[in-house]
């Protein structure tokens, strides 16, 4: 049977998707041997990556993963857990060492580039006061992971994934509100009678999603029904709670997480949205999977510890709303934002707009302007050239009116030996006539 370590449960599966490395209790020396990781999203977390691998070193210490298996929701959120942090494997500490040192590298990078990015000048940087403004390390000691570190990971992870969900609604309203921004802005464009035609076709696609069959309560006997028989392939004349949450307990570690419930509505957004139909969006689908995910955990989760235990899950099937629940109000019958939050947005869309333009405007200047200047330096470029050579040549000619020889590139004389002697031969006849070789004479007249 595989388990997953409870603060990795915790921490993680908060997020829609959650990963784990599972741990065989069977194996014959008794030794956890960890599977491959499950294919897992990111958890929206700046840190994500640092907080995966500190979790995944963690976990190759017997002890400490001992530890994990025995301590309850309250000790890992309150960081009582990481006073273990002393007993582990000197190999795990230098290992987490590294991370650490990894990590603050990465934390100085992104506070150098922010700080270019704004154009603050500083020549003693503080690093350790910058550093402070993240909550998941400890800024004072930057080489060496110790057991504060872990504690501020803990805490820190748990409170910012306790408000992923709140981030992801407000998300999905920017989404919604920025695509009925654009609808409108699509339809001021068009004249009245293709505006009319345009507004009427886009009602029949409203109308068309609003076709669809009903959708049963999250959670309810209906519903759990519906994917005891359609997806598990059983009697649901037979339908058995018990039996249903060993069924989806997929990972068998005794809990359902986020990502196992949320795999339960997979049937019910089918009734409303197809990706094959123009009028279904895939993202509102997302947010209405998350919506019946939290009122699900919202009537089961009794210890709010995000995950429902099989105690939780069989007390929730003798409630009064798991027979009988009230009837699921899908997205497009509840708005997620008023007239007077879209104006907001749009005013503040415009705003934006609006310092993008001056930016760009300011960066087009700035270019234009880099522009002119590279062609006064090309300019001067080609002056310079210019008076260069013509000074070589006045050099030359200088030379030449006063018998000089020719200077080099670099300045230096440069004779020519046959030159040389031609003119030697102009300017000494006589000595030319001297060293000629002496031949006989010929026909000399004869004096009597």
Same mark, same amino acid.
Request: hydrophobic content about 30%; some cysteine; aromatic content about 6%.
């Given at each position: 049977?595989?388990?997953?370590?409870?603060?990795?449960?915790?921490?993680?599966?908060?997020?829609?998707?959650?990963?784990? +490395?599972?741990?065989?209790?069977?194996?014959?020396?008794?030794?956890?041997?960890?599977?491959?990781?499950?294919?897992?999203?990111?958890?929206?977390?700046?840190?994500?990556?640092?907080?995966?691998?500190?979790?995944?070193?963690?976990?190759?210490?017997?002890?400490?993963?001992?530890?994990?298996?025995?301590?309850?929701?309250?000790?890992?959120?309150?960081?009582?857990?990481?006073?273990?942090?002393?007993l582990v494997g000197h190999h795990v500490r230098t290992r987490l060492d590294e991370l650490k040192r990894q990590e603050?590298?990465?934390?100085?990078?992104?506070?150098?580039?922010?700080?270019?990015?704004?154009?603050?000048?500083?020549?003693?940087?503080?690093?350790?006061?910058?550093?402070?403004?993240?909550?998941?390390?400890?800024?004072?000691?930057?080489?060496?992971?110790?057991?504060?570190?872990?504690?501020?990971?803990?805490?820190?992870?748990?409170?910012?994934? @306790?408000?992923?969900?709140?981030?992801?609604?407000?998300?999905?309203?920017?989404?919604?509100?920025?695509?009925?921004?654009?609808?409108?802005?699509?339809?001021?464009?068009?004249?009245?009678?293709?505006?009319?035609?345009?507004?009427?076709?886009?009602?029949?696609?409203?109308?068309?999603?609003?076709?669809?069959?009903?959708?049963?309560?999250?959670?309810?006997?209906?519903?759990?029904?519906?994917?005891?028989?359609?997806?598990?392939?059983?009697?649901?004349?037979?339908?058995?709670?018990?039996?249903?949450?060993?069924?989806?307990?997929?990972?068998?570690?005794?809990?359902?997480? @986020?990502?196992?419930?949320?795999?339960?509505?997979?049937?019910?957004?089918?009734? !409303?949205?197809?990706?094959?139909?123009?009028?279904?969006?895939?993202?509102?689908?997302?947010?209405?999977?998350?919506?019946?995910?939290?009122?699900?955990?919202?009537? +089961?989760? !009794?210890?709010?510890?995000?995950?429902?235990?099989?105690?939780?899950?069989?007390?929730?099937?003798?409630?009064?709303?798991?027979?009988?629940?009230?009837?699921?109000?899908?997205?497009?019958?509840?708005?997620?934002?008023?007239?007077?939050?879209?104006?907001?947005?749009?005013?503040?869309?415009?705003?934006?707009?609006?310092?993008?333009?001056?930016?760009?405007?300011?960066?087009?200047?700035?270019?234009?302007?880099?522009?002119?200047?590279?062609?006064?330096?090309?300019?001067?470029?080609?002056?310079?050239?210019?008076?260069?050579?013509?000074?070589?040549?006045?050099?030359?000619?200088?030379?030449?009116?006063?018998?000089?020889?020719?200077?080099?590139?670099?300045?230096?004389?440069?004779?020519?030996?046959?030159?040389?002697?031609?003119?030697d031969k102009a300017e000494h006849p006589a000595e030319v006539h001297n060293n000629l070789p002496a031949e006989p004479?010929?026909?000399?007249?004869?004096?009597?």
């Amino acid at each position: 049977m595989n388990l997953k370590p409870g603060w990795l449960l915790l921490l993680l599966s908060i997020c829609a998707a959650v990963w784990s +490395v599972p741990i065989d209790r069977n194996a014959d020396n008794h030794e956890a041997k960890a599977e491959a990781p499950e294919e897992n999203a990111d958890t929206g977390l700046y840190y994500d990556r640092y907080l995966r691998e500190v979790i995944e070193v963690l976990e190759t210490d017997p002890h400490f993963r001992e530890k994990l298996q025995t301590a309850n929701a309250e000790d890992i959120k309150n960081g009582r857990l990481s006073k273990e942090l002393d007993l582990v494997g000197h190999h795990v500490r230098t290992r987490l060492d590294e991370l650490k040192r990894q990590e603050v590298s990465r934390l100085r990078m992104l506070l150098k580039a922010k700080l270019d990015s704004t154009n603050t000048q500083s020549l003693q940087m503080d690093h350790a006061s910058l550093l402070k403004q993240f909550e998941h390390l400890d800024p004072h000691n930057q080489n060496t992971f110790e057991a504060k570190d872990l504690e501020l990971l803990i805490t820190t992870a748990t409170k910012d994934l @306790e408000n992923y969900d709140a981030e992801r609604h407000e998300e999905f309203k920017r989404y919604e509100m920025l695509k009925e921004h654009e609808r409108r802005e699509y339809l001021k464009g068009l004249d009245q009678e293709k505006r009319e035609r345009e507004e009427k076709r886009m009602q029949e696609l409203k109308d068309k999603h609003r076709q669809h069959p009903k959708v049963n309560a999250p959670g309810s006997v209906n519903q759990l029904r519906e994917v005891w028989e359609e997806t598990d392939g059983l009697d649901p004349q037979e339908f058995n709670p018990k039996t249903f949450f060993k069924l989806h307990d997929t990972n068998e570690d005794g809990v359902l997480d @986020e990502q196992e419930l949320e795999a339960l509505f997979t049937k019910e957004l089918e009734k !409303v949205y197809d990706a094959k139909n123009e009028e279904d969006d895939m993202t509102e689908m997302e947010e209405e999977r998350l919506r019946m995910r939290e009122h699900v955990m919202e009537n +089961v989760d !009794v210890n709010k510890d995000r995950l429902i235990t099989l105690e939780e899950f069989l007390k929730s099937t003798e409630k009064k709303e798991f027979s009988n629940p009230k009837e699921w109000e899908t997205l497009e019958t509840s708005p997620v934002y008023t007239e007077e939050e879209l104006q907001r947005f749009e005013v503040d869309l415009l705003d934006r707009e609006e310092e993008l333009k001056r930016k760009a405007e300011n960066l087009h200047q700035q270019q234009e302007l880099l522009k002119e200047r590279g062609k006064a330096l090309e300019a001067q470029r080609k002056e310079y050239q210019q008076a260069v050579l013509e000074m070589s040549q006045r050099q030359k000619e200088q030379q030449a009116a006063d018998g000089q020889p020719p200077a080099g590139p670099n300045g230096e004389l440069q004779f020519q030996p046959e030159a040389q002697k031609v003119e030697d031969k102009a300017e000494h006849p006589a000595e030319v006539h001297n060293n000629l070789p002496a031949e006989p004479p010929q026909n000399l007249p004869i004096h009597t």
